[in-house]
């Protein structure tokens, strides 16, 4: 177990929608990470949180946005949702200076139809 | 830019030792990891080598780092059937991000 959560865990939704997923941090830690998993593939860096603010930023358009709160809790919307959104969407925490050791959730599973 | 690449597929018997390899671009790169990934889970973290360290043993895994030739490879010993599952190798090459490689598949036949 690693303290992190998502909610919810299964999503199904359809092209052209929006979508907002969260993610509750670890206790202690003040970053947070996004990742997008596609099936059979690696996690791919979505975008990363400190401080409340966007922190650096993966190959993924400006449909793809986030939030930061002062709890360290985090959401990670997604506008005009395309078919090859669908996948499995990590969130991950970590404490900025320690190594940048990340501790995921289980993740969100995005179905797009 | 940053690329970590490893094979995609493993298969040992139970007792066995496996090797997983992945090899890295960011010659930055200050630490390295190995995540395990079971089905329909997020990933665990199993151990991390800090760039200046060659060699980093925890119980059963071992991890060896070659940073002129940008190789790592994770050693798990006495491989269990509880270990199959999805490793991933990934790098740090600053604060923004973690980059991960596509993942080798490890299967353990009892």
């Known amino acids: 177990e690693t303290g992190v959560t998502q909610s919810p865990t299964h999503l199904i939704k359809t092209r052209g929608q929006q979508v907002t997923l969260r993610c509750s941090s670890q206790?202690?830690?003040?970053?947070v990470s996004w990742y997008q998993q596609a099936l059979g593939q690696g996690p791919q860096f979505i975008f990363q949180y400190y401080r409340e603010e966007e922190n650096g930023r993966g190959n993924f358009p400006p449909r793809f946005s986030g939030l930061q709160f002062p709890n360290y809790s985090s959401e990670l919307n997604v506008n005009a949702l395309e078919l090859d959104d669908s996948a499995l969407y990590l969130c991950?925490?970590?404490?900025?200076?320690?190594?940048?050791?990340?501790?995921f959730g289980s993740g969100t599973q995005l179905s797009v139809l | 830019g940053e690329d970590v690449e490893q094979s995609l597929f493993l298969s040992v018997r139970e007792g066995d030792s496996s090797v997983i390899n992945c090899t890295y671009t960011d010659s930055s790169s200050t630490y390295l990891y190995w995540y395990k990934q079971e089905p329909g889970a997020g990933l665990q973290l199993l151990t991390y080598i800090f760039s200046n360290m060659d060699m980093k043993q925890d119980q059963r895994l071992t991890v060896l780092l070659n940073k002129k030739d940008k190789h790592l490879s994770l050693r798990i010993a006495d491989t269990q059937t509880g270990d199959s599952a999805i490793y991933f190798c990934a790098e740090n090459g600053g604060y923004q991000k973690v980059t991960f490689g596509t993942g080798t598949k490890l299967q353990v036949i009892p």
């Open positions: 991950a925490s970590s404490y900025r200076g320690a190594n940048e050791k990340l501790f």
């Open positions: 206790s202690g830690h003040n970053t």
